[in-house]
């Protein structure tokens, strides 16, 4: 599930990091026929190759997708049968897609048709793996420079049941898949641990992946570490790019009360510290990512704090994942998640603030570029 709250309330005036001398803040309109939005839930993936930009939209559940063309200003409507509301990962065909469903069905977009090429299960060494698609995705992937033949899609371990009817989970396994279209040729590379209770965190819990040609950058919300994977040998590097306003060591989600627990994740997200997914700009070579820093959850006053109090800071990192600079935002947010890449600089969607006719609907973004 994901929360999406924004308040841009907050101008630049009120904010006294000094960092802002730096940085230039404007909030932009764009107008874009159609309301690419509407009745959205599900994931959003980040298409970057050479300079264009694409944001594929997976309307979960409504057999909708949509690609956004952000350099042309401009959403593609497409229909697309999916039954059962599986997730979906992507790639793109020039300005077409492949879809791959969490079922395995691989799909192909010819003049808005979607043709089924095969099932990927139906793939010796998939069908043999005890692996299955992962059917979870947190919000969104982020593809750079992407081959056309390539697609790239999470796994998991197949539960197990044991004597006594209960469900276990059995060691370590890899946990991304690159899929070759056209040989079916596929491979297996990262390492997950079962043994980890990927929930401890209560919502707080997500990993993120950035594919960039043959590396898949993995990320979670709970740190700073970021872990480089070559998809060709599995060979990794891992970074730890801790944000000098991370000064508060995360708590766990305490799961022995069991009385409302839902309300309680979020007051628990809402007050711990936590990070967002890692963005790369295709243009300026730099890479992005916001974290938020840990927050009481009652004022001076003892009233409570609510999403759009919670501070945002945008990290800055160059090629070689080295931090260069940490920016507090003018806008406060539990979460941001997308980021479009400028040629200097970037843009953060705003869905608080737009305007909307019969024919249109126009969208800010929060421009942020270095002087």
Same mark, same amino acid.
């Given at each position: 599930m994901i929360f999406i709250f924004l308040n841009c309330k907050n101008t630049?005036?009120?904010?006294?990091n000094h960092n802002l001398n730096n940085y230039n803040f404007d909030t932009i309109y764009k107008n874009f026929k159609g309301d690419f939005t509407k009745k959205y839930k599900g994931g959003i993936d980040i298409h970057q190759k050479d300079?264009?930009?694409?944001?594929?939209?997976?309307?979960?559940?409504? %057999?909708? /997708? $949509?690609?956004? !063309?952000? %350099?042309? /200003? $401009?959403?593609? !409507?497409?229909?697309?049968?999916?039954?059962?509301?599986n997730y979906i990962y992507t790639n793109m065909i020039n300005k077409d897609l492949y879809i791959l469903s969490s079922n395995g069905n691989l799909y192909k977009n010819c003049d808005n048709n979607f043709e089924k090429l095969y099932n990927v299960y139906e793939i010796e060494k998939l069908k043999n793996s005890g692996l299955e698609i992962e059917n979870y995705k947190p919000g969104s992937d982020s593809y750079i420079d992407i081959d056309d033949t390539i697609m790239y899609f999470r796994l998991i371990k197949k539960f197990d049941e044991n004597e006594n009817g209960k469900y276990t989970k059995k060691g370590i396994y890899p946990y991304i898949a690159r899929l070759e279209i056209n040989s079916k040729k596929i491979s297996?590379?990262?390492e997950k641990s079962d043994k980890i209770d990927e929930q401890e965190y209560g919502l707080i819990s997500s990993i993120y992946d950035l594919y960039k040609?043959?590396?898949?950058i993995s990320s979670n919300a709970i740190n700073g570490v970021i872990t480089v994977i070559n998809s060709d040998n599995n060979e990794k590097?891992?970074?730890?790019?801790?944000?000098?306003?991370?000064?508060?060591?995360?708590?766990?989600?305490?799961?022995?009360n069991r009385k409302d627990v839902l309300n309680r994740k979020m007051d628990h997200l809402l007050e711990q510290p936590h990070y967002e997914p890692l963005f790369y700009n295709n243009i300026n070579k730099k890479y992005y990512r916001v974290f938020h820093p840990k927050m009481d959850l009652f004022d001076e006053k003892g009233l409570k704090k609510i999403e759009s109090d919670k501070a945002s800071i945008l990290m800055i990192f160059n090629e070689k994942l080295e931090i260069i600079d940490e920016i507090i935002l003018p806008v406060n947010s539990l979460q941001i998640l997308k980021i479009l890449p400028l040629r200097n600089?970037?843009?953060?969607?705003?869905?608080?603030?737009?305007?909307i006719d019969q024919n249109s609907k126009t969208y800010a973004f929060l421009k942020i570029t270095q002087k």
């Open positions: 630049v005036q009120k904010n006294k300079t264009n930009l694409f944001l594929i939209y997976n309307f979960f559940g409504s %057999n909708c /997708v $949509k690609l956004l !063309d952000l %350099n042309n /200003v $401009k959403s593609i !409507d497409y229909e697309f049968i999916n039954p059962n509301g297996f590379f990262g040609k043959d590396f898949v590097k891992i970074f730890n790019l801790k944000s000098k306003y991370d000064n508060k060591e995360i708590e766990k989600f305490d799961f022995s600089g970037v843009e953060i969607f705003l869905p608080e603030l737009f305007k």
